[in-house]
């Protein structure tokens, strides 16, 4: 029922939203060149790496596929990814992820492997399953940026207290994931992000 659900709201979002995604495309590849999509290497089901698409938001940097930590600084971002990242429209492409089965609707966010290299015993629970576009971690750190740009030691500050903290809520969901849980998780981000 979860993979049809996928399947089902994945496809019909990306044919309903397409001339979305197009001017989203234009506008960033207009404000700071191409490419207009930012693709990057996560660890997904079984611990398998997997290419995660989402509209970039940064100006490009050699590097940031493979998992660079840029987290705190908004340095890179530019003016169309400070809209896209605050209306989490950035996040769009990864319906593609959802319909190719690299990713669901819901459910533990992917890492990249240095992060989840951090916490591999953790880690090996949280990927019996399918990663996703939100989670309640998602909901929990949405102003994560933020949080991470008052820090002296971003890095430090992200795996100490925050990817700990995330990680609960992805053991969490693991242990009682259920369709009706889903549907509650994509009620409460959609009322996260249109309550900024």
Same mark, same amino acid.
């Given at each position: 029922m979860k993979r049809f659900t996928d399947i089902l709201v994945a496809a019909a979002g990306l044919i309903l939203l397409g001339p979305t995604l197009a001017l989203i495309w234009l506008a960033v590849a207009l404000e700071s060149g191409l490419p207009g999509l930012?693709?990057?290497?996560?660890v997904g089901r079984g611990s398998r790496d997997f290419t995660l698409f989402k509209f970039r938001s940064m100006t490009v !940097?050699?590097?940031a596929e493979q998992g660079s930590f840029d987290a705190g600084s908004a *340095?890179?971002?530019? !003016?169309?990814?400070?809209?896209?990242?605050?209306?989490k429209l950035d996040e769009l492409p990864q319906l593609w992820n959802v319909l190719k089965g690299d990713m669901s609707l819901v459910g533990p966010r992917p890492e990249v492997r240095m992060w989840v290299e951090a916490y591999p015993e953790r880690w090996?629970?949280?990927?019996?399953?399918?990663?996703?576009?939100? $989670? *309640?971690?998602?909901?929990?750190?949405?102003?994560?940026?933020?949080?991470l740009a008052r820090s002296t030691d971003p890095g430090r500050t992200y795996r100490e207290v925050i990817l700990p903290r995330?990680? $609960?809520?992805?053991?969490?969901?693991v242990a009682t994931r259920s369709f009706r849980a889903d549907i509650g998780i994509l009620l409460r981000t959609a009322w996260a992000v249109l309550g900024r």
């Amino acid at each position: 029922m979860k993979r049809f659900t996928d399947i089902l709201v994945a496809a019909a979002g990306l044919i309903l939203l397409g001339p979305t995604l197009a001017l989203i495309w234009l506008a960033v590849a207009l404000e700071s060149g191409l490419p207009g999509l930012f693709r990057q290497r996560r660890v997904g089901r079984g611990s398998r790496d997997f290419t995660l698409f989402k509209f970039r938001s940064m100006t490009v !940097r050699r590097g940031a596929e493979q998992g660079s930590f840029d987290a705190g600084s908004a *340095a890179r971002v530019t !003016r169309v990814g400070r809209f896209l990242r605050k209306t989490k429209l950035d996040e769009l492409p990864q319906l593609w992820n959802v319909l190719k089965g690299d990713m669901s609707l819901v459910g533990p966010r992917p890492e990249v492997r240095m992060w989840v290299e951090a916490y591999p015993e953790r880690w090996a629970k949280v990927l019996t399953v399918r990663p996703g576009i939100t $989670d *309640a971690a998602s909901i929990e750190f949405r102003n994560e940026e933020e949080l991470l740009a008052r820090s002296t030691d971003p890095g430090r500050t992200y795996r100490e207290v925050i990817l700990p903290r995330k990680l $609960d809520f992805y053991e969490q969901y693991v242990a009682t994931r259920s369709f009706r849980a889903d549907i509650g998780i994509l009620l409460r981000t959609a009322w996260a992000v249109l309550g900024r």
